[in-house]
Structures are given as structure tokens and as C-alpha cells.
């Protein structure tokens, strides 16, 4: 089961360090124990541990709970960083330097503050201040699960540390804003390598460029560009490329998502596009995901929203955050502890022994925790 879910047992840091090193022209070929230098004492894995606002805290509380009842040696160093208030940003910084020890991360969603004078956003300042550059969101089906289209399983990758989320703005004039949106590439170049790296190694058959060049003929122009130029060297591979404009795409999404197997983008896109995609398949409790650069990788659920509304009613879906840890857990090289509960789950799942709210049961997160638990 996990195979059919992620396809690989290879290190997600190996398609980075890859991709970069054809793009800064080497010929090196990176050495997977070199690579992977998570951070083990007695045995044991340390990860970094962020709950995240709304649900997190529930979310979190169901992994660490299933990870004890499957005995995955992993040892947790939790820091419970919040989005709400400025002094979270002393732990912020705590969970940074954690990360750079441990290299590896789980973490639900921060809560980013919309008006002006909060600060900026926690898990946007985490990818850029470790170049962690890759967005991948798995969309897919899981049976039992209902859901708006059936046969759907694509990956949205997407580049994690420019475009609109480069967070150059400033009021040029009372009452004008001027947004800078940076597309560079260097950087459009090292996520569609990524991207046609990722469908190579996962047997993925076709990568689609989303963008808004017939608008954006500079910027979204020069993003499809170079992913063009990088497809012609992975033409003998048998990979097909193929592009699509934007607004289109999501017309496509709802209309026949089956068509859809790999898809890259600058960053806006790719998170207007990851929602839209959990929406066809059940949900965003049930979408895992993971941002992975060349020396970190922080997995976390693959849509961003924290479930303010729900937080303490003990009725959240973790489902995504679980299905993360599975990812992280392949990653790490676990691959029994990541089979026996992905199995785990998606019996849950499947049976309809315990639903939450969002698909469409009554179940508690505490119902579905134990009934994963009596599947492993």
C-alpha cells in the first residue's frame, strides 16, 4: 500500500541534492549515507516535532500516540511555535536551530497573521532561510474516503522560495502597493528538474507546466520556458510534457483530474491548485506533503489551513499529519514502521471503523487513533 502512495524507498533529499547538481553542472553523484545525516542517538531517529496552531496540537498528539503503539524509534523534540502572537517568534527561531540539527521535521500548519502589522509568515521564512525549495503534495484517493472523482493520483510540486511569495512589497504611494514578484532561472530550473526527477524515480509518466505566461509574459514567460528547455533532456526518458494556463488548470482539476500526473508551478499556483486538488478526493485532513531542500526536509499536511474552527472539539481528521509521518518514516529508511501504519490507516479508512466529520462519520480523533492502532 505505501508504494502504491509514494513509490520509492529513495531518501526525498537524494531528488534534491540530484537535480541540484545537474544544475550547477556537475557530474556528481551524491552518496545516499552522505546525505542523510538525521540526527540518532541509542538507536533512535530525532526529529523535530512542530504541532502547529489550530488542530496541530490534537493531530500531533494522534501520531506521537500511533508511533509509540508501532514502537518507531524516533524520539520527538516538540516545540510548540504558534503563528498567533509575536512572542512565538523566540521559538520560531528555537525550531529553526532544531531543524538544522535534526535535518528532519514533522509539523502542522502555522497560523500567518493577515494584517500588516503581524509578523511574516513562520512556514514561509522557514522554506527561505533553508532554501528548503520543494513543495510536494500528494493528491490521491483513498478508498473509503468519498470523494468527488475517483482514479485521481497526481503529484503538485511546486517551487517553494520565490514568485509571490518572495515578500518584496511596499506602498509606493498612499494608497498604491507595489508587489515584486521574482522569477528567476536558476530556481525554475532546479524545480522542474525536481519535478521530472520525482516522476522518473516514482514511474510517473507525464509532467504539466502550470503557469500565466500569456499574461506574465516576462515572469510566468520565463518559467515555462526553462521548464521547455529542461524537458528536452528528459525526452529520451519517455516522460511527456505537456503545459497549461493557469485558470484553464482548474477548470481541468474539477472537470477530469485523471489526466493530471505530475504537475509543476511557481509558488502561488501550486497552493490555490494543492486546495483544489484535496477538495476532489475528500478533504484536506486526508493530504500529506512534505517541503524538501537539499539539506532539510520538513513534512507536514499538503494544505495549509489550521482548523481554527474545530480546535479542541476532539473531531479533527489526522489522517494528513499521519500519512506525513509515513512519508517522513520512508525517508528515514523505516520502511516496515511506515507500511505497518500507512496499512494501518488505510484499513481504518477503508473499513469505516472510525470517521471523522469530514468524511462523513461521527468519529472522534481519539476513535480514529485507537482504531489505527487495533489495524497495525
Keep these: 500500500m505505501l508504494k502504491a502512495f509514494v513509490r520509492t524507498t529513495t531518501p526525498f533529499i537524494n531528488l534534491a541534492k ?31 516535532l512542530i504541532p502547529g496552531d489550530g488542530i496541530g496540537q490534537e493531530t500531533a498528539a494522534a501520531v506521537k500516540t500511533i508511533f509509540r503503539a508501532a514502537n518507531v524509534p524516533v524520539e520527538w523534540e516538540q516545540l510548540d511555535v504558534t503563528g498567533y502572537t509575536q512572542e512565538g517568534d523566540l ?129 510566468d514567460g520565463l518559467f515555462l520556458n526553462t521548464c521547455r528547455e529542461v524537458a528536452k533532456d528528459y525526452k529520451s526518458s519517455g516522460i511527456e510534457f505537456d503545459d497549461m494556463i493557469v485558470d484553464n488548470c482548474s477548470m481541468q482539476l474539477v472537470s477530469k483530474p485523471q489526466q493530471f500526473d505530475v504537475m509543476v508551478m511557481p509558488n502561488l499556483y501550486g497552493n490555490i491548485v494543492s486546495n483544489v486538488g484535496a477538495a476532489l478526493v475528500g478533504g484536506a485532513g486526508i493530504i500529506p506533503g512534505a517541503n524538501i531542500g537539499r539539506e532539510y526536509v520538513i513534512f507536514e499536511p499538503g494544505c495549509r489551513h489550521v482548523g481554527k474552527d474545530i480546535q479542541g472539539n476532539n473531531t479533527a481528521n489526522p489522517t494528513a499529519l499521519i500519512l506525513s509521518g ?32 469530514d468524511m462523513g462519520g461521527a468519529s472522534t480523533t481519539t476513535d480514529f487513533t485507537l482504531a489505527v492502532i487495533s489495524n497495525l
Excluded: W
Design 326 to 357: 509515513v512519508m517522513m518514516l520512508q525517508h528515514l529508511g523505516l520502511n516496515d514502521y511506515a507500511n505497518r501504519i500507512s496499512n494501518a490507516v488505510y484499513k481504518t479508512i477503508e473499513s469505516g471503523s472510525a470517521r471523522t466529520h
Design 91 to 219: 521559538l520560531f527561531k528555537q525550531s529553526v536551530d532544531s531543524l538544522v540539527r535534526n535535518k528532519v521535521a514533522l509539523k502542522g500548519i502555522l497560523y500567518t497573521p493577515i494584517s500588516k502589522l503581524g509578523h511574516q509568515s513562520f512556514n514561509v521564512a522557514m522554506r527561505k532561510d533553508l532554501d528548503i525549495y520543494a513543495s510536494l503534495v500528494i493528491i490521491k484517493n483513498l478508498k473509503g474516503c468519498p470523494a468527488r472523482h475517483k482514479n485521481v493520483d497526481f503529484a503538485i510540486i511546486r517551487e517553494n522560495t520565490e514568485g509571490e511569495y518572495s515578500g518584496l512589497e511596499h506602498q509606493s504611494y498612499p494608497g498604491v502597493v507595489e508587489s515584486v514578484k521574482i522569477v528567476t532561472r536558476t530556481k525554475t530550473e532546479r524545480i522542474a528538474r525536481f519535478a521530472f526527477d520525482f516522476a522518473l524515480k516514482f514511474g510517473r509518466k507525464k509532467v504539466t507546466c502550470v503557469h500565466k505566461a500569456n499574461i506574465m509574459k516576462l515572469g
Design 18 to 48: 540530484q537535480n541540484f547538481a545537474r544544475a550547477a553542472s556537475t557530474t556528481v553523484t551524491p552518496n545516499e549515507a552522505s546525505i542523510l545525516k538525521t540526527t540518532k542517538y541509542g538507536g533512535k531517529y530525532t526529529v523535530t
